[in-house]
Structures are given as structure tokens and as C-alpha cells.
């Protein structure tokens, strides 16, 4: 179909997966929601706060299913930190860090990834999963926001990487640290796996590329279109990992393990395995069916993704300004 009005015309349809570029989501998720018709979009879910309300109110409107896919925080060693959390053995989450080293920067990219009023750029594209999962493990209200992003590639010009500190209202606090420029890699303290769980040694892995150097534009674009063929694998060997998450409580601490989660307490440290066989998106796909037949409400919804949303703009403000920024969206976790 060559547009989204002409597809709900013509096509019985009872969701859509908007996975379109950020700055067009409002837009069809707006076209989608008039018809009454389910919606999972991809994270960011706007490119400013005005369009994320706009969807809300729209869903709310419409009465339909409204959820955003911040995939990482279904990473099951992740669901298991959050079991484990609310199950209170451990007592209350104290500390979150999380870190995540790639070449994200520089990997083919349209030019709107790069542009931050598109909502590009690391914080928008990648620190949307760090602050969705810090949030789910912190229970969701966060207070205030410290950050620095960084810019430092004179020839490819985005943010590549930031250091943001997460100031919870229940005293908890969390820093995610991205770095997007394809030095280190935390593949190296993640059991050598990838985003997605396949194994990557260091010596099978090609050194970060700068396309904005070697390619045309649309060499570039072409470039993605066939990274994109094969960038998740069918199988997984081990857990993904969206960089190594460590979880401090009153009573032990968590992080992830090749195989499912180590757990560190009085008792000494102990692995939990956990399965391999579904990914992340899988897991984004049930919840989205499972809201839509009244199973059970989606977690991430529309005013969860509006949360994460802000916590992106607050850091590139809390950037330029160099002070906290205080937040007013923030929702508590769904139990």
C-alpha cells in the first residue's frame, strides 16, 4: 500500500505496528487510532512531548490498545530482576547502574536518526530502553534528572553518548552511561553476546566503520536496508544484552548471566538459568496480544511511554543547562 489511509481502507485489520521513522509516528499512529485499530509503536513513541499527549488522548478517544515497544526491558533476565524485586527478598531497590558500549553511531543510519529534533541520536534512540528499564526495576517514579550528552564526532554529527543520573521519589537512584562512538565494547563484560544473544568474540567482530566518511547518502540507506535483513538472530546463544545491568537492594544485588541472572546475597552468589528460546520482541508481541484480548493490561502503554519519553528530553536539557530538571509525567509501575 503507498499509504496508511489507503491500507485501512481496503485491509480488514485489527492492530498495526507502526515501526516507521519517529518524526512520521504521530502522524500514522494518529491515522490508525481514527480508524479504531490497536497500536504498538516503536520507542521513542514521538519526537516531542505535545505529539506523545496527542496519541494518548487519541487512544483514550478511540477505547483501543495503545502500547510502546521499549523491547529491552522485556530481556528476561530483566523480568526476573523485577519478579525478584517485587517479590522482596532482597528489600527495596537502592542503586541501578547500567552501561552499554557500541558502534551504534556509526552503523548505517538514515539522516533523521542523527538529527535530535527527529528524535535522534543516542539519548532518544538508545537511552529510551536504558530509562525503561531503570524505571521498571525503580518502580517508575522518577524525581529529577542530571545529565551530560556528548558530541563529539566533528564528521558525524549527533549525540553519541551521554551520562544521565536518575533521582527516584522513594530516595532510589540510577545512572545509565551509553557510549555510542564503537571504542570498547561491553560485549567485552557481557559473556561476549550481542544486543540479542548471539555470540561475538572480539576477533569476529569488524572494527566501527565511519559511513558519514565512506558513503553517499543513499549508499548509506541501502547499507541499513541490508543490515536490517539479518540484524536479530533466529536463535540466540545466550540472554541479549542491552549492556550489563547491576541492580543493588537492601539485602543483595543482581546482574545479568550468560545464561539467566546472578544473584548476590548472605546466602553467596547463585545463578538463576532462564530461557533462550523467545526473544525480547516476541515478548513485546504477547503483551501487546494479550491486552488486546483482555487478557491482561499492557504495561507499556501509552502514559508509561510518555515517562520514558520525558526522561530522554529532560537529559538533553539537563545537558545544556547544566542543571536537574524536575519532571511531571512520571507514572508508577503497574503490580
Partial sequence: HASVPEMLAQVQLDAIYVATPT??????????????????????????LGDAKAMIAAADEADIVFVVGHSHSYDLPIQKMREIIAGGTLGRVRMINTWCYTDWLYRPR??????????????????????????LLCGGMV???????????????AIGAHMVFLDFEDGAAATAVYNGYGGFSSMD??????????????????????????????????AKRDRAKHAIPSGAAGQPFFGMTLVSCERGDMRQSEQGLYLYSDEGQVEIKLPTDRSPRDLVMS?????????TPALHDGRWGLANLEVCDAAIASSSSGRDVLLEHQVPLRT
Avoid at 114 to 121: A, M, N, P
Avoid at 204 to 213: F, G, L
Wanted: glycine share 6%; aromatic share 6%.
Fill in 110 to 135: 538514515r539522516p533523521d536518526e542523527l538529527v535530535t529534533s527527529l528524535g535522534g541520536g543516542v539519548t532518544y534512540r538508545q537511552g529510551s530502553h536504558q530509562f525503561d528499564v531503570i524505571r
Fill in 23 to 48: 518524526e512520521l509516528h504521530s502522524e500514522h499512529v494518529l491515522q490508525a487510532m481514527a480508524a479504531k485499530k490497536h497500536v504498538l509503536v516503536e520507542k521513542p513513541m514521538a519526537a516531542n
Fill in 143 to 157: 524525581r529529577s534528572v542530571r545529565a551530560r550528552t556528548f558530541d563529539w564526532d566533528p564528521e558525524r554529527r
Fill in 189 to 222: 563484560m557481557c559473556f561476549n553476546l550481542t544486543e540479542w544473544g548471539a555470540r561475538q568474540p572480539p576477533e569476529s567482530r569488524r572494527p566501527a566503520s565511519r559511513p558519514s566518511v565512506a558513503l553517499s547518502a543513499e549508499d548509506e540507506l541501502q
Fill in 287 to 295: 503483551e501487546f496480544h494479550d491486552a488486546i484480548v483482555g487478557k
